[in-house]
């Protein structure tokens, strides 16, 4: 009986074999780069928004090492933002006169990349390009300012006088 179910599967020519066609490929490729090519701005505006994110906090933690310090070691700290350079710094000012001099730590500003851009707030700018953390832990100026990007993902960065804490929204 094995004999002949063998003989009427070879007679029959039907045979099963497993995989894709050529054509089934191509159709699968066409569509995912169709995909692709719908996703990819998107998900590139998504990038650029973490990165803003990113060095957003980024300041903001400068920030907020420089107010602790100036606690911990009883003396003024202070950030410093330069047009220059595109970034903020900081100093200590271990003899409390707001100038850097000498033997002072200090922080060159870190560049932030050329694709933001950093503004003034309108409704809460900040008077000055410097501000001091006190050895209380207040700040000598309230004020915020808006970092965005060129797609208009934007964030807030504040910095409250009385308390010195420093906000990201």
Known sequence: MNGKAITHIERSGARHESGFTLTELMVVIVIFGIV??????????????????GQVQRVATT???????????????????SDT???????????????KDGPEKYAAPEPLPDWMTVTNSSTNPFPADSLSFLPNGSAT???????????????????????GMVTVQ
């Open 141 to 163: 100026v309230s004020g915020s300012v808006i970092i965005s990007n060129p797609e208009g993902f934007s964030r807030s960065l504040s910095v409250v006088r009385p308390t």
């Open 36 to 53: 692709s090519a719908v996703a990819l701005p998107g998900f590139t505006k998504f990038l650029r928004s973490i990165d803003l994110n």
């Open 85 to 99: 350079d595109h970034g903020w710094g900081w100093w200590d000012d271990d003899d409390n006169d707001g100038v």
């Open 63 to 81: 920030l907020r090492v420089a107010r602790q310090r100036a606690i911990t070691e009883n003396n003024n700290y202070v950030i410093y933002w």
